[in-house]
């Protein structure tokens, strides 16, 4: 990508009408903070100088930066012109382009991002906005457009009167500028508006007043670029976000039997032909080998992973633990902090207590183990290859391989002949 690109992105904002102690970006879709979307999109897009605004919580916030982006605190939040105003602050000798990007609107695709640029730079122009038309309007800022067409301004709706709020053309609030022609206005705007804020979109009247060339071009697809102010809204994203990702998995071989109750952070791996039942929940960081069956009503949290072939059935919670090839765990139960190998059949009901008041201990269980139903592994524990467990039994010491283990506690059972 060009080198005469810089991107602002502005993730300053509160979260007021989130009701949130948490800063508004790093609000999670599908298992990850909004933000780091709208980071893979500068990333994707190959731009070189990206700065972020940051402002509320600031600290928290910067640690979902990678490298060479470059951070700005805007200290009072005093609106998107003053953000991207501080956002400049960084771009000290830079000319080209700037593109600006919300913090708040995760589902925005890079094809759309490159079309606007490239639209933008082509027609070379002082501003270039990406509009939509969707079905309801509310909180977006309306296109006010000349006899002629033209786009001639922005209105916000707190701001709007009632002819206004008809319009159905609205700000997705992405847009590009070029950084002469920002630098120009960008100063005069004022705060005289209904939330006495900077507004960055009254830019775009003065630079039509200034005789500027101001253009769009309008998504047809308005979920894209949805910014989410509230928690209402955050859920639609999660939804959308998550048939994106379904749809990704189905492409690629996954069966997914309800994708609308299957919820699977981004990020998740899944091999081909397996098969995930409805109720569902994969959350981040979890890897899924070939032909497994998982659920329906399992849950599998952070660090687990399913070589190929296992079973991971209905109410199972698993956590930080890997199941080896051909392993079957296909009754409630919980595993945590486990290292079980191939061939393995967890019992019904089985336990891992993994956690001692203190602190998480780990539990290995060997190949072709089969661990009774009911059994509770208090961890730290090993059960060695081919060990065996009784219905019920609560396993408190190592189990040697080939051993069988019975009661509470569990003791040796009966001996092998021959070896141990
Ligand atoms: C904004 C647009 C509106 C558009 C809508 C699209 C303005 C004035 N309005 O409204 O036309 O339809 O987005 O979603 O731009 N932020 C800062 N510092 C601030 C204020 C905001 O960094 O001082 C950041 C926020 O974190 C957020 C983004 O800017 O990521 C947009 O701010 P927000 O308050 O959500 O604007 P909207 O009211 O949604
Ligand atoms: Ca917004």
Do not use: W
Request: with cysteine; hydrophobic share 35%; glycine share 10%.
């Amino acid at each position: 990508m060009n080198k005469k690109i810089a991107c602002i992105i502005l993730a300053a904002g509160k979260s007021t009408r989130m009701k949130s102690g948490t800063p508004k970006v790093l609000h999670p879709v599908c298992g990850r903070p909004m933000l780091e979307y709208v980071l893979d999109l500068t990333e994707q897009l190959c731009i070189k100088r990206t700065v972020a605004v940051l402002g509320f919580k600031h600290a928290e916030v910067r640690k979902y930066l990678r490298a060479g982006i470059k951070p700005v605190i805007q200290k009072r939040l005093l609106g998107t012109a003053d953000a991207v105003k501080t956002g400049l602050s960084a771009l000290k000798g830079f000319q080209g382009t700037v593109v600006i990007l919300y913090g708040d609107t995760p589902l925005l695709k890079k094809e759309t991002v490159k079309k606007l640029l490239d639209y933008h730079i082509q027609g070379n122009a002082d501003a270039t906005l990406l509009t939509a038309t969707p079905e309801k309007c509310a909180g977006y800022g309306r296109i006010l457009r000349d006899k002629y067409s033209s786009i001639a301004g922005i209105v916000e709706e707190k701001d709007a009167d009632d002819f206004q709020k008809e319009i159905r053309e609205v700000n997705t609030g992405i847009s590009c500028f070029n950084k002469k022609s920002l630098d120009a206005v960008l100063k005069n705007v004022r705060p005289n508006n209904r939330k006495k804020e900077y507004y960055l979109t009254d830019c775009i009247s003065l630079l039509y007043k200034n005789k500027g060339l101001i253009d769009g071009i309008k998504l047809s697809d308005i979920d894209e670029a949805m910014g989410i102010n509230s928690r209402v809204e955050l859920a639609k994203a999660n939804r959308l976000m998550q048939s994106r990702i379904n749809e990704e998995f189905m492409k690629h071989g996954v069966s997914i039997v309800d994708p609308a109750t299957s919820h699977i952070a981004f990020g998740t791996r899944i091999g081909q032909d397996t098969v995930i039942y409805p109720f569902t929940v994969i959350e981040r960081n979890v890897k899924i080998g070939k032909c497994c069956s998982v659920g329906p009503f399992a849950r599998l949290r952070e660090g687990t992973e399913l070589c190929d072939n296992v079973s991971a059935g209905s109410f199972l919670e698993t956590v930080r633990s890997k199941l080896g090839p051909k392993t079957l765990a296909k009754h409630f139960g919980y595993l945590g902090d486990s290292r079980i190998g191939s061939n393995v059949n967890v019992g019904a009901g089985t336990v891992v207590a993994n956690f001692d008041g203190k602190k998480k201990n780990l539990t290995a269980i060997g190949d072709r183990a089969f661990i009774g139903s009911d059994t509770v592994i208090v961890a730290p524990v090993k059960i060695g290859r081919g060990a065996r467990t009784g219905a019920g039994s609560v396993v408190t010491r190592d189990v040697p391989a080939g051993e069988t283990v019975a009661g509470v506690p569990a003791k040796a059972f009966k001996k092998r002949r021959g070896k141990r």
